[in-house]
């Protein structure tokens, strides 16, 4: 029912920038809670960031103070904002998009709807 589709990943030097960005189908986006979240292999899906409906913001302790998630409504599109970049954060990314009021943003059973993934790829 909802379409989401991430663009915007790349490779990058160690200290370098990335802006990611997801757009979501649907006439009532607005009212979506959208998350980020990554997977790096060998490990599993981790959170990463959440954006509510109402504009509040959640982030993972390993990215905060680096990444900023934000939103357009206008543009039915989420951003991710990565800055200060580390190998570590070597991952696909997902945008999630979760059609419910929800609780549980950094537990990827709250949402609905899930991109394709988008690489980034961050050198040493």
């Known amino acids: 029912q909802v379409q989401v589709v991430e663009s915007g990943g790349g490779l990058v030097q160690a200290g370098g920038s990335l802006r990611l960005s997801c757009a979501a189908s649907?006439?009532?986006?607005?009212?979506?809670?959208m998350g980020w979240f990554r997977q790096a292999p060998g490990k599993e899906r981790e959170f990463v960031a959440v954006?509510?409906?109402?504009?509040?913001?959640y982030y993972a302790d390993s990215v905060k103070g680096r990444f900023t998630i934000s939103r357009d409504n206008g543009k039915n599109t989420v951003y991710l904002q990565m800055n200060s970049l580390k190998p570590e954060d070597t991952a696909v990314y997902y945008c999630?998009?979760?059609?419910?009021?929800?609780?549980?943003?950094?537990?990827?059973?709250?949402?609905?709807?899930w991109g394709q993934g988008t690489q980034v790829t961050v050198g040493s």
């Open positions: 999630a998009c979760a059609v419910r009021p929800f609780t549980r943003t950094t537990n990827s059973g709250a949402y609905d709807y």
């Open positions: 954006i509510r409906s109402g504009g509040t913001t």
């Open positions: 649907g006439r009532t986006f607005s009212s979506y809670g």
